[in-house]
C-alpha cells in the first residue's frame, strides 16, 4: 500500500491554513478575488464540495468529454505534506479543463487514464469529493486526505460544515465482522470504533458516505445503501 494507515498520520499544524481560509473568505467578501463561478454580491455561499463514493465517481467521470489532469493544490502547497499522491486531481468541466491544459497547468487525458487515477486514489483511501456550486454540473474531482484538504481539515478539525455528505451511507453486517480493523484505519471521519471484545462499532451520524471502508473491509461486511 503506497499510503500507509491514514488515520495515523503526523499531526499537522493547521495554523497557515485557518489564515488561508481567512484570507480568502476575506477576498471574497471583499470582491478582490471570483470562484470559478461568479455569485451574486451579498449572497451568501452554498456547498460547493461533495462526498462521492467510489463507483458513483466513476460514473460521472466516464462522461466527461474532456479531463485535465492537475496537481492537488493541498498537498502541493501543504506545509507539511503527507505521503499521498499529488498529481491525483481531475478537471472534468470542458472549459476549464481545456484552460487548464492550455496554460500547462494540467496535462489532457483520457477516461481510460482518469480511471486508473481514481482507482490509484481509491485503493490507497483517499475520498472522493465532486466540487460544484448548486444549479451548475460538477467542475472537478478531488482525491482528499483529511490531514492536508483545506475542506476536511475546516470540517473535521475545526467544524466549519463545507462539505455535503453524500446521498449514501454505509451498511454493516456485525455478525460476520472480524474486527480486523481496518474500516477505523481508514475512515477520515471517525464513524468506526472498537468496542467491548475488540467488536467493530459504526456511528451512522458521523458517516459521510465516502465507500472508504466498503472498498477496504476484507470480507465485505460493508455496503454502502441510499440514506
Known sequence: MEYDDISQEKVHH???LIKKIEDRIS???SGDVEPSIPIP????LEISHIISPPDITKEILAKSKIIANIDCACRKNSNNPCSAPIDVCLIIDPEIAKDAIKEGKGTNVTVREAMKILNRTTEIGLVHMLLHFRGHAYHAI???CSCCCHDLVALLKYGHKI?????YIANFDVENCTSCGL???YCHFKAWE???NNQASFNKERCYGCGVCVVH???GTINLVMR
Open 14 to 16: 493547521h495554523d497557515w
Open 27 to 29: 477576498k471574497l467578501m
Open 41 to 44: 454580491p451579498k449572497k451568501a
Open 142 to 144: 478531488c482525491s482528499c
Open 163 to 167: 462539505v455535503e455528505k453524500s446521498e
Open 183 to 185: 474500516c477505523i484505519q
Open 194 to 196: 472498537l468496542i467491548n
Open 217 to 219: 473491509c476484507p470480507v
